[in-house]
């Protein structure tokens, strides 16, 4: 493992924002993987979504493998940023775009992925980043994150839409190279699938190191940074106990009161985002579309 | 830019920069600078808003209007997500921010008064509907005729003409449903807001900046009361020979609903195009405006927001928009007329200090010569301490803003401006601004001269005149507070 030390992370909001942007079309040739009636296009565009980013990120990293996998290989350390910025263009791609722009994605990230193999210094355990386990554990933590934070934050999912969104979002599980029937197709089959993974699941000093640096990133802007602590703050209340305790936190609770101010903090976040360049007209095409869908 | 919108961070982020520093002098300089930061971020988030909207609808060319449809504000939820969670609280303070200019160019300043543009109308339909839930009918039925598209957007709502069923040609302006109880909640969770101003409690000043803030816009997001408002300025200004104030339909009014004439003019924007013989003259009657209304209405409409004005040529101007006013009590005016007099009128510089004092200005014992407060104060007072024609130009507005945005000051640290004055400070540094917009010329001070109550000159202007003769007319109605 290297010891390299984490680059700043100016710019995350500009850099992420930009991806977005990037990744919806303007003039699509098709409705994509999920389309604009799917409960994807909300939970995409859900105000609990950058806590949900952040929350899958957190569980992801507690996988000793998939983190080996991000630590030794990727660039993560050296351009922390321009890694997260590319993860946030590839959700929306994949959201987004249409099939043709999804599956370019995603065969991008397969490819990236072959060369990702090594063995993790920690449990000794070889690791291929293209191992469907991992995949699994990853594309599983981002859907239920999905789920929690528009629970708590934004717009809660009724259970049949929440149960419709896991079914979705199987697409996105095939996509990055998931056999089909692999991933869960329910909300109960998510919920158990996580649980059966915990055995799993250890903290690295990777993990550890990589989700400090990604609570309180140096170098952000002092006004997003404000910001960025009650996102933070809303990660750690929708944590699971059981991952909190893995990363030495006591358990949150969360008063209605801190639960509103965190929404706020969450809409103030959305109207810087809105404010680079490119990011209210792409949310305008992605508004004119879910319209026409609804009218339909 | 960034920093252009630092400094264009509403006149409340000034005042809570000046409280700041009175507290905090000495430790507090990385606290203030901190809290002028967390400011910028509204003013942010609202600039690139305004900045962006108008070039997707440009970009549309002539499905512009198709786009604007069908982007409408469609349901209750539309409006959440587009209002909600903080956006429309910062919206509303990017709003305020947009008229104080520290070296913004009017480009800048034009699109940062265009926030509002930013969010797409209501449809139809959604806007009928507040209009049947407020009056108990829909607007086909309470108009004789209803105009479905709206004229212009308006503060937390938008403006559609119609025709009364006597005849007459109104504006009515329609609240977006549910964004009252919205941004009531987002403002009864202060702690952001007060975070923002990156302070911790317990501190006086930032409560009582915060509490201002608060009321004033919760004062907005009820109609009745700018109706009410506009009802006590219209009566007011009734008859005056350059001051239009349109009526209210008062029967046709309700919480989310105001209706009022409907006047025509030119806009701000065309203003600027005037001679500059029409553009003096409009500004002669903002200015008497803003100032009649101070001094013997003891009202104060704090929103000199370009919008908010019609001209007709001749200095003529219909002011619109009432949701801002504060009133004073004859206590708090007396400090500020105790102030302009002995500085410009007796030029007694330590009575004017000790009149500072007592209005909670200027901390009482500050180690600072009179001669040093009076050389800082006096850009505020410029206008009105010679009697000779002056222009107001950009440049002088923009001083006067770096002036009172100036931390550097060995006088900033120990000068504050109390709750009662937060909204007067909005509004001069606002109408310095548009002014300075105009270029406008006049002799200022044989106008206030007109104005002070404790000077009463006569006439010194034909619009003047025209004044004096009004007053003349309206017996009794001299020296009457509006309430």
Redesign the interface.
Known sequence: MTAEAYAAAEGLVERSAAAYVAGVPEYPADDGYYGPASVTWRVAGDLGRSVAGLRALMLQALHPLAMAGVDQHSNWRSDPVGRLAATSGYLATISFGDRAAAQRAAARVRRVHEHITGTDTITGRPYAASDPALLLWVHATLVESGIVAAESFGTPLSAEDGDRYVAEMTAAAELVGIPPGLAPASLAGLRDYLASARPELRLTPAAAESMAYLLDPPGLDEDVAEIWADIRGGVLAVLPPWALEMYGYPPQSLTQARQTEIRQALGVFDAVFLGEPGVLEARQRITLRMRAARQA | MRKAIAAAVAAAGATAALLLIRRRRGHGRLRLR?GI??L???A??????AS??P??FAAAGENRQQ?RN??AL?TA?DIADTL????GV?MKLGQMASYVDDGLSPAVRRTLSRLQD?VPPMSPELAAGVVTEELGQPPDRVFARWDPEPIAAASIGQVHRAMTHDGRAVAVKVQYPGIAESMA??LD?V??LR??L?VTAPSQDVDALVTELRDRVLEELDYRREAENQRLFAAYYAGHPTIGVPAIVGELSARRVVTSELSTGARFAELATWSQEERDLAGETIYRFVFRSLYEAHAFNGDPHPGNYLFHGEGRVTFLDYGLVKYFTDVELEPLIHMVRDLCVANDPEAFRRAMEEAGFLVRGAPLSTDLIVDHMAVFYQLVRESRPLTITPDYASAVVRRFFDLRSPVAAYVAIPRSYVILQRINLGLFALLGELNATANWRAIAEEIWPFVQAPASTPIGEAEAAWRAERAGASGTAMR
């Open positions: 901190r930061a967390a910028r971020l509204a942010r988030g609202g600039a690139r808003y962006n909207a070039r997707l786009l069908d982007l469609q939820e909600g969670a903080m956006k910062l930013s909640a987002d969770n702690s952001l975070r923002m990156k």
